[in-house]
């Protein structure tokens, strides 16, 4: 996961009710409930941030990690199941519907969930730990302040620590953004004989595409070692 420090300007590790979707959903799973850091009171009024760390070539990460649309409204709907009252934003750049039955849930729970097409410039604290968000709302073509309890952080995949080592190791090659490439016939082979790549290693991935370059990725290897036993 994008590692949120690395975007000074929300505050995550500076305000307590600045958190991530990673552990919000550990709490959820946890807890069965999401409280406010802060205070342990359940928030009132959430909002999520879409593209931590994601299409944003500042950082070097000009790509989208196609699975943090999905998993914020997931995470907003198990939220408001909890807890009806919760209001909840999604802030975002663009709504990336990726996935198996995404345009189903995301017709579903927009009557629910308010989506604001504008991401905040920055995060500040206001009084009782409350965050206040200073954004572009798009739709309406002016600057508006939002106030919340809690903000919630959707970070992207980035390439793990050691990968570009590895690739080095191996040999083999990796794009701009530090993922591991296939050959150019196959995305799957790399240019080193013996060597396949499938899943996040790629590029950012979900768990269904994940499965199936493994399968892919499983019958090559099968193959090859059946031509060189």
Same mark, same amino acid.
């Given at each position: ?10 505050? +995550? ?67 408001? +199941? ?52 200073? +954004? ?94």
């Amino acid at each position: 996961p994008f590692n949120p420090r690395n975007k000074p300007q929300y505050g +995550y590790a500076r305000f307590p009710n600045v958190v991530t979707a990673l552990e919000v959903e550990e709490e959820l799973s946890r807890k069965g409930r999401v409280e406010k850091p802060s205070d342990g009171q359940i928030p009132q009024d959430v909002a999520f941030i879409q593209c931590v760390g994601s299409r944003d070539p500042q950082l070097g990460n000009g790509y989208c990690s196609q699975v943090c649309c999905a998993y914020a409204v997931r995470i907003a709907r198990l939220l408001k +199941y909890r807890s009806p009252q919760t209001n909840i934003a999604i802030h975002y750049m663009d709504i990336q519907k990726f996935g198996k039955g995404f345009d189903q849930f995301y017709a579903q729970w927009k009557e629910e969930i308010r989506f604001i097409r504008g991401l905040p410039a920055e995060v500040s604290e206001v009084a009782d730990g409350r965050l206040a968000l200073v +954004y572009e709302d798009m739709e309406r073509g002016k600057i508006t302040r939002g106030e919340y309890d809690l903000v919630i952080l959707s970070v992207g995949i980035t390439p793990s620590e050691g990968s570009r080592e590895l690739a080095e190791v191996l040999n083999i090659k990796t794009n701009e953004f530090g993922f591991y490439s296939g050959s150019e016939l196959d995305p799957i082979e790399t240019d080193v004989k013996g060597i396949f790549v499938a899943g996040c290693c790629r590029g950012p991935t979900d768990i269904g595409g994940s499965i199936a370059q493994a399968k892919a990725a499983s019958t090559k290897v099968l193959a090859f070692m059946d031509l060189n036993v």
